[in-house]
């Protein structure tokens, strides 16, 4: 696993978990071509692209093997202030 160091915390983007077509999974930053890091099955992949989200301060997505997504998570600054 290769894991590059992306934008400070905060910075806003997104990172995604997504199907590899040639094979297990990869963690990428939103609009980039190149993966985060490479992971052969899927638990490690959303292991790893929560830590790289949180880290980042990103919208984290998780995308099923159809590439639709299944879950998502804020790990950044939340502009929106609701009570309860």
Known sequence: ???????GKGSGGTTHVVPNPNGGWD???GGQP???SHHETKKPAVDAGRRTSRAAGTEFYEHGRDGRIQRKDSHGNDPRRTKG
Do not use: H, L, Q
């Not at 696993?1 to 934008?7: A, D, H, L």
């Open 27 to 29: 963690v990428k930053r």
């Open 34 to 36: 190149k993966p985060i």
């Open 1 to 7: 696993m290769t894991i590059k160091k992306g934008p």
